[in-house]
């Protein structure tokens, strides 16, 4: 009895991990490539924060990663200049325009996100001047009609429209999809891809992406004041968050609303 009892939860167990549905990501990436969560693990001693199945937390630690060593590309094709601020390359086109630099990228992935998770109705991004772009006005709801909306966002919007359209957020509540942003002419913005913790002691730390000037590819940054090269920055900083091309003030940190 007890054996046949272990057999059908066992058969549950593997029902229940069927039923949960894979992260979509409509745009074209080689297969069977690692995951943001399987190439960077959580420091020692560290577990990843919980993130409900279908969350924008959930969905941004699926996102697929270019191989092992990959450099980061502008949009030209050509390797960046620098090559020592990242562990890691988002396997996601960055177009052949030089469109989608920073703020671009944050609002590119958000708007895949809501795009894969069904809700199109909720892709809309404000321009400079803070009009609404909506995706729900273009006549074609298909994904290519997605990306030419987007290229049209990224002409028009950056980090001065995105940063008031997000609401602040204390740094001690610092959550996955969070960004830091410095609105401006220029400005910079880089979003918060992953968090892990420390059970034992409520320590948290976190990841950040960007693209950067000229358009480049999405990559996971180095935290410069790791002497060993690690990704994981430190949620409880105190003052500037340093990263290796640029130091965002106080205050910097922003949430969707």
Request: proline fraction near 7%; aromatic fraction near 12%.
């Amino acid at each position: 009895m007890r054996a046949l009892l272990l057999f059908l939860a066992g058969l549950c167990q593997l029902a229940s991990t069927a039923a949960v549905a894979a992260p979509v990501y409509a745009w074209k990436y080689a297969p069977g490539g690692e995951t943001l969560a399987q190439r960077i693990a959580p420091p020692p001693g560290f577990t990843r924060t919980p993130a409900a199945e279908g969350s924008w937390a959930a969905w941004l630690r699926g996102l697929p990663m270019k191989s092992a060593n990959a450099p980061v590309l502008i949009f030209t094709g050509a390797a960046k200049w620098r090559q020592d601020v990242h562990v890691a390359v988002v396997d996601i086109d960055v177009g052949k325009r030089d469109l989608q630099q920073c703020a671009d990228a944050i609002m590119r992935l958000r708007g895949e996100w809501l795009f894969a998770s069904g809700h199109k109705a909720d892709i809309r991004f404000n321009d400079t001047e803070g009009k609404r772009l909506s995706f729900a006005a273009r006549r074609d709801a298909g994904y290519a009609s997605f990306r030419k909306y987007m290229d049209y966002v990224f002409a028009y919007a950056g980090t001065y429209s995105l940063e008031r359209e997000l609401k602040p957020v204390p740094a001690g509540g610092i959550a996955v999809g969070d960004v830091f942003i410095k609105g401006g002419f220029p400005g910079h913005a880089v979003l918060v891809a992953d968090m892990a913790e420390d059970t034992a002691t409520g320590e948290k730390r976190f990841l950040l992406v960007q693209s950067y000037m000229p358009a480049q590819e999405m990559h996971v940054l180095k935290n410069p004041a790791a002497g060993d090269g690690s990704p994981w920055y430190p949620a409880a900083f105190v003052g500037e968050l340093k990263t290796p091309e640029w130091t965002f003030a106080p205050g910097a940190l922003r949430r969707w609303p």
